[in-house]
């Protein structure tokens, strides 16, 4: 049995996340009320697996992330891509004529902007998790209080659903990484069926030194899919580049590693895995 850390409660996105990615296979959750109680988890039992949130198709990048990502020691082995969908949902004896606060994770309720500006009546109150706020109202009873959260949520602690599909983009994606003790990694993937790496490095403050790096990657047919830059704390102008890439043939994949690596600094690779 696989032990996965995920941030949130049975019921969360993670959740679903979890059981998508390791279908077929028997998980028990370690459930954290933050991400860094994730790595936490990986670091006291190398046993342990992580599942955190990367990005939002809407939302963005989840910065903070990255930085305990680099910071943690662990190794991405997978990743997998959820579709987001939310729904209201409240005590059985609730209604739309008693609903007066909605509760939900700051994002989810950014995801569904639009269809809070249609009920001004209703508080919007930040919460630390969309299922953890379905818990919370069951749990004590809250009249009155509705949440915003996935609709199994609702359902696993027995909320009425006043309407599913509440968010305002329906191409809502969350990409979720799958990271382990880096020990742990061949035991979770092959390194031959990978690929896709993510990798971080900082650059001299130098004309085009940038511009050579991705030049290198595109010499040995690289496909750069994403480039995230953060500052560097403490050095002014200096940053960070979190970039995934693309590769068809491990062997040229491994010679452009070579290649950039006298170009940066601190060159780390945070994972090779299967695109998802």
Same mark, same amino acid.
């Given at each position: 049995m696989k032990r996965i850390a995920i941030q949130g409660l049975l019921g969360s996105f993670h959740d679903i996340a979890a059981h998508q990615y390791f279908d077929g296979e028997q998980i028990q959750l370690i459930c954290c009320a933050t991400f860094e109680q994730v790595y936490e988890n990986i670091k006291r039992d190398p046993t342990v697996i992580g599942m955190t949130a990367i990005e939002n198709?809407?939302?963005?990048?989840?910065? /903070?992330?990255?930085?305990?990502?680099?910071?943690?020691?662990?190794?991405?082995?997978?990743?997998?891509?959820?579709?987001?969908? /939310?729904?209201?949902?409240?005590?059985?004896?609730?209604?739309?004529?008693?609903?007066?606060?909605?509760?939900?994770?700051?994002?989810?309720?950014?995801?569904?902007?639009?269809?809070l500006a249609n009920h001004p009546d209703f508080k919007n109150v930040e919460a630390e998790d969309t299922a953890g706020s379905a818990k919370y109202i069951?749990?004590?009873?809250?009249?009155?209080?509705?949440?915003?959260?996935?609709?199994?949520?609702?359902?696993?602690?027995?909320?009425?659903?006043?309407?599913?599909?509440?968010?305002?983009?329906? /191409?809502?994606?969350?990409?979720?990484?799958?990271?382990?003790?880096?020990?742990?990694?061949?035991?979770?993937?092959p390194l031959t069926e990978t690929n896709k790496s993510s990798i971080v490095f900082s650059l001299p403050h130098e004309e085009g030194s940038l511009s050579h790096v991705l030049a290198i990657l595109s010499f040995y047919k690289i496909n750069l899919t994403k480039i995230q830059s953060l500052p560097i704390i403490g050095h002014e102008w200096e940053y960070l580049f979190y970039v995934d890439i693309m590769y068809n043939d491990l062997t040229r994949y491994r010679q452009a590693i070579d290649a950039i690596t006298p170009l940066t600094r601190d060159l780390k690779i945070l994972g090779e895995y299967k695109e998802n």
């Amino acid at each position: 049995m696989k032990r996965i850390a995920i941030q949130g409660l049975l019921g969360s996105f993670h959740d679903i996340a979890a059981h998508q990615y390791f279908d077929g296979e028997q998980i028990q959750l370690i459930c954290c009320a933050t991400f860094e109680q994730v790595y936490e988890n990986i670091k006291r039992d190398p046993t342990v697996i992580g599942m955190t949130a990367i990005e939002n198709t809407i939302a963005g990048s989840l910065l /903070h992330n990255y930085e305990l990502l680099r910071d943690s020691g662990t190794t991405v082995v997978g990743e997998h891509k959820l579709h987001i969908s /939310h729904c209201l949902c409240c005590l059985p004896d609730d209604s739309w004529e008693t609903i007066s606060e909605v509760h939900s994770h700051p994002v989810a309720l950014m995801q569904c902007r639009q269809f809070l500006a249609n009920h001004p009546d209703f508080k919007n109150v930040e919460a630390e998790d969309t299922a953890g706020s379905a818990k919370y109202i069951a749990e004590h009873q809250c009249r009155g209080w509705a949440a915003i959260c996935n609709a199994s949520a609702a359902e696993m602690y027995g909320l009425k659903v006043l309407e599913n599909h509440i968010e305002d983009n329906k /191409h809502n994606f969350t990409r979720f990484l799958v990271v382990c003790n880096p020990m742990k990694a061949d035991f979770m993937r092959p390194l031959t069926e990978t690929n896709k790496s993510s990798i971080v490095f900082s650059l001299p403050h130098e004309e085009g030194s940038l511009s050579h790096v991705l030049a290198i990657l595109s010499f040995y047919k690289i496909n750069l899919t994403k480039i995230q830059s953060l500052p560097i704390i403490g050095h002014e102008w200096e940053y960070l580049f979190y970039v995934d890439i693309m590769y068809n043939d491990l062997t040229r994949y491994r010679q452009a590693i070579d290649a950039i690596t006298p170009l940066t600094r601190d060159l780390k690779i945070l994972g090779e895995y299967k695109e998802n």
